[in-house]
């Protein structure tokens, strides 16, 4: 382990009986973890049981130097070399970690009295002082010495510093032996709320970056949205209603399909541990400090304002979908709020981005016990009549779907568009993934006129061309695909689990038949990208502007119509597939 490591360690700990360890508290005020979530006794329980790894019977442990070593390996990803089956047994750490076995599922509290640390520091109660832990911009801590000269940082070094730690057989034999002992184990729901709702604030920190700077998060309204973002993925691992806790078995199997990133925001959070915060990394002995070079902000998070999407919408989407294609590299490229409700300011908006995007469409259930009429009355007759409940029980809840699409967007004539890479999703009020399958490729269709039942379809057949009978002119609904009509006013979500799915898989954590019919407030496409893709676009519509402009002014005027279709196919304004207009 580095010097600087240690320095820094030793800076943060205190020491009872010549044994240095880390307190709750302080924990929490280092990582700058905000009193408002109240989710420092969460993760105090989870660093106190995954410290103790290998001999995870000795949990709680009491966290000293080579603890903490064990803890930054495995909560930075850096545990190739420590875990036998890498990220299933991590997984089940950091299950454990949380899980409580006591019948009632009591939360956390945080005990009365300081620990007592045995001498070689090896396991102990875990505590803290139980003061009120409020939300510090800093924590200062003591000087540390000067490095070696010669020193550098190496990742190498804390995994083979906790490999030192420890007999490297245990690791690969104790460990996972330990970790797969799940039985009778449970997850608290709030205490997992809490954590989601960190896991969302930290989602998209960057090495060194400092929680502190997201302290607008967590407050009025973004606080609000915090936690219903929270709320929502909180119902996909269960039903609050029906259980006071997660299983290992349903945490495991929703968090590798419906999660696999929800605890990468760990890596630049306890990265922290890594690097004294009082110490400049580059200064010398004899050296002159260097005044530090004047900050250039990042670019932010969402590069435009959605109505639809935010930045915890953004680090929900952060879970399972790699953030490197998403923080600081989406552009909004349609509103319905903005550009109109219609299928042609669509295509305009979006068909000439040529790199992935994401729908998003959110709206009102409609009341199955309502009567209708006008538009909604037309809407649900291009529909088979509804045979499944609603995906959630409030009948006039607000629900958010989306998809990412790989493939730029075309019409669709005979076939759909899109590939297996796609991935089909609700947002609320409950979190699902359903995941691109080989079952047939009706992934994408955009159909305008003479179209039967034109729209936006994903996971249904290419709606069929010209005059269809009343039979035929229901919608052909697939398994699991989500249809938006035409007119952008209604949508509906169908989940056939009992056919197994089709274009999309079914749902990992609802194994149940459910629709949901709604009315739609707003429409959102966003592109996946940076600077070029928006610029190859840009370039796209003012060739367009300048062709369109080209056939508006010509009017050579001969009087030969003959002559004049020659000259403009000579400039190639019309012939193929160009009509160039009306030359009578």
């Not at 280092?30 to 949990?59: T, W």
């Not at 390996?73 to 089940?92: D, F, H, P, S």
């Not at 299950?95 to 009632?104: E, G, M």
């Not at 190496?154 to 490297?168: G, M, P, T």
Request: charged share 25%; hydrophobic share 40%; net charge negative.
């Amino acid at each position: 382990m580095s010097a600087r490591q240690r320095n820094n360690f030793k800076s943060l700990a205190d020491h009872q009986q010549d044994v240095r360890y880390l307190k709750e508290d302080t924990i929490a005020r280092f990582l700058e973890l905000p009193d408002i979530l109240g989710v420092s006794p969460v993760i105090f329980q989870m660093l106190s049981y995954i410290g103790a790894f290998p001999f995870l019977e000795d949990a709680p442990a009491v966290l000293s130097f080579e603890q903490m070593i064990m803890v930054v390996a495995i909560m930075t990803e850096r545990y190739t070399k420590i875990l036998a089956k890498g990220a299933a047994t991590r997984r089940k750490l950091l299950f454990k970690s949380l899980a409580v076995y006591d019948r009632k599922l009591s939360e956390i509290e945080k005990p009365a009295t300081e620990p007592k640390p045995s001498q070689n520091g090896s396991n102990g109660s875990n505590g803290s002082n139980g003061n009120k832990m409020t939300q510090a911009l800093g924590f200062a801590v003591d000087e540390a010495g000067e490095d070696p000269e010669d020193d550098a940082v190496d990742d190498d070094e804390l995994v083979l510093a906790a490999l030192d730690s420890l007999d490297l057989n245990d690791a690969f034999k104790t460990g996972d032996a330990h970790a797969a002992t799940t039985h009778g184990a449970m997850i608290p729901a709030d205490n997992f709320r809490r954590l989601i709702m960190l896991l969302l604030l930290i989602a998209p920190m960057d090495p060194q970056e400092r929680l502190s700077t997201f302290a607008p998060r967590v407050a009025g309204d973004e606080l609000e949205s915090l936690r219903t973002t929270a709320e929502n993925i909180l119902s996909a691992f269960l039903n609050v209603e029906k259980s006071p806790g997660i299983t290992f078995h349903h945490f495991d199997e929703i968090v590798q399909g419906c999660f696999p990133y929800l605890f990468h925001g760990f890596n630049a959070l306890f990265e922290h541990f890594l690097f004294s915060k009082n110490l400049d990394l580059n200064k010398r002995k004899g050296s002159v400090p260097k005044a530090e070079p004047h900050a250039i902000p990042p670019p932010p998070l969402l590069h435009d304002k959605g109505r639809i999407l935010n930045i915890n919408v953004l680090s929900q989407l952060s879970f399972f979908i790699s953030g490197d294609e998403l923080f600081r590299r989406l552009r909004l490229l349609y509103s319905g709020a903005e550009a109109g409700f219609s299928m042609g300011s669509f295509a305009t908006k979006v068909f000439n981005w040529r790199a992935p995007t994401i729908l998003l469409v959110t709206g009102t259930r409609i009341d199955d016990s309502a009567r209708h009429g006008g538009a909604e009355a037309h809407f649900l007759d291009t529909i088979p009549p509804k045979r499944f409940p609603n995906g959630s029980p409030d009948s006039r809840e607000r629900v958010t779907f989306g998809a990412l699409i790989r493939q730029p967007w075309q019409h669709t004539n005979r076939e759909c568009f899109g590939g297996d890479d796609m991935v089909l999703f609700q947002l609320g009020p409950v979190h699902d993934v359903f995941k691109a399958s080989a079952f047939n490729k009706d992934y994408v269709a955009y159909t305008k006129p003479p179209n039967v039942n034109p729209g936006i379809t994903i996971g249904c057949p290419v709606p069929k061309t010209g005059q269809a009978s009343r039979h035929e002119s229901l919608r052909a609904l697939g398994p699991v695909s989500l249809i938006i009509d035409s007119s952008f006013e209604f949508g509906v979500f169908t989940h056939d689990y009992t056919s197994r799915g089709g274009a999309f898989s079914t749902s990992i954590s609802r194994k149940f038949d459910f629709q949901d019919r709604f009315e739609i407030d707003d429409i959102e496409v966003w592109g996946c990208g940076g600077d070029a893709e928006a610029k190859v676009q840009r370039e796209r519509w003012e060739w367009e502007a300048r062709e369109a402009e080209a056939r508006r002014r010509v009017n050579l005027g001969t009087g030969d119509v003959a002559a004049d279709r020659a000259l403009l196919e000579m400039a190639g304004l019309i012939g193929a597939n160009r009509s160039g207009g009306s030359m009578a």
